[in-house]
């Protein structure tokens, strides 16, 4: 297999993703840019931190006020909250309700049941490289965006 034909399933991989990912934004009303910011949200609270709104503008690229209006809508809509910081009360987190995490699971719990599925008919080492290739391909394209400067 050549590298373009990777790159074609890549791209196949992304679209896949994107269609399922857009069925559950559809169903709660979101947008492409909520979904991410939860996705951000999300990760940052399995790495044990919680973002501030700054933060999270500042993965998203957004504006202070964009950034803003994307936390008004995700609140209004159930899915987040603002809090006040417990080890500082002067900064504000953003954090994911249960009732938001609670959809998630039920409504992404087959795709990571198939996912698990396709990883598991794999060893070991095969993984290991699959890791590898995952970690590189987003090195990339995390460069490729920021050579537009994005």
Same mark, same amino acid.
């Given at each position: 297999?050549?590298?373009?034909?990777?790159?074609?399933?890549?791209?196949? =991989?992304? @679209? %896949? /993703?994107?269609?399922?990912?857009?069925?559950?934004?559809?169903?709660?009303?979101?947008?492409?840019?909520?979904?991410?910011?939860?996705? %951000?949200?999300?990760?940052?609270? =399995?790495?044990?931190?919680?973002? /501030?709104?700054? +933060? =999270?503008? *500042?993965?998203?690229? =957004? /504006?202070?006020?964009?950034?803003?209006?994307?936390? !008004?809508?995700?609140?209004?809509?159930?899915?987040?909250?603002?809090?006040? /910081?417990?080890?500082?009360?002067?900064?504000? +987190?953003?954090?994911?309700?249960?009732?938001?995490?609670?959809?998630?699971?039920?409504?992404?719990?087959?795709? *990571?049941?198939?996912?698990?599925?396709?990883?598991?008919?794999?060893?070991?080492?095969?993984?290991?490289?699959?890791?590898?290739?995952?970690?590189?391909?987003? %090195?990339?394209? @995390?460069?490729?965006?920021? !050579?537009?400067?994005?």
């Amino acid at each position: 297999m050549t590298p373009y034909e990777v790159m074609v399933l890549i791209r196949r =991989l992304n @679209v %896949e /993703s994107d269609r399922f990912v857009e069925g559950f934004a559809v169903a709660h009303g979101l947008h492409r840019t909520d979904m991410n910011a939860l996705v %951000e949200i999300q990760d940052a609270h =399995l790495a044990g931190h919680a973002l /501030s709104p700054g +933060e =999270l503008g *500042g993965k998203l690229n =957004l /504006s202070a006020p964009a950034t803003t209006a994307l936390i !008004d809508r995700l609140e209004q809509a159930g899915h987040v909250v603002r809090r006040r /910081s417990a080890t500082d009360g002067r900064k504000v +987190e953003v954090v994911i309700t249960e009732r938001a995490a609670e959809l998630a699971r039920g409504f992404f719990a087959p795709l *990571g049941r198939h996912l698990t599925a396709a990883v598991e008919e794999f060893g070991p080492g095969e993984r290991k490289t699959v890791v590898r290739f995952l970690t590189r391909g987003i %090195e990339a394209t @995390v460069a490729a965006r920021e !050579d537009h400067g994005a």
